[in-house]
Nanobody, 126 residues
Framework: QVQLVESGGGLVLAGGSLRLSCAAS????????MGWFRQAPGKEREFVAG????????YAADSVKSRFTISRDNAKNTLYLQMNSLKPEDTAVYYC???????????????????WGQGTQVTVSS
């Protein structure tokens, strides 16, 4: 089992920045993929960014790749999402997710992840 706990959400003005954190605990994390998803009111959950835990390779959705950066601290077992130049359309509940099995590429679909955090609210006001 893996436990994921997000933090760092909040209310921010458009153009501002936030950094989300996701603390992972439980099983050894050496074979992880981890990712960030978000779900806005009335919309489906969507992929934001993903990372391989060992090599640190990343992939981000086109809508955020120039503004958001995913990273991890192996020693702290913590995943981050640095969000800059935030827009009102970034308002959503942000979830971190983990996959414990090998895969051909950084997973980008909900069903490809095994564990989920409880989510943290990000609200961007104009």
């Amino acid at each position: 089992q893996v436990q994921l706990v997000e933090s760092g959400g909040g209310l921010v003005l458009a153009g501002g920045s936030l950094r989300l954190s996701c603390a992972a605990s439980g099983r050894a994390l050496s074979n992880f993929y981890m990712g960030w998803f978000r779900q806005a009111p009335g919309k489906e959950r969507e992929f934001v960014a993903g990372i391989t835990w060992i090599g640190g390779s990343t992939y981000a959705a086109d809508s955020v790749k120039s503004r958001f950066t995913i990273s991890r601290d192996n020693a702290k077992n913590t995943l981050y999402l640095q969000m800059n130049s935030l827009k009102p359309e970034d308002t959503a509940v942000y979830y971190c997710a983990a996959r414990m099995r090998s895969y051909a590429y950084i997973p980008r679909e909900e069903y490809e992840y095994d564990y989920w955090g409880q989510g943290t609210q990000v609200t961007v006001s104009s």
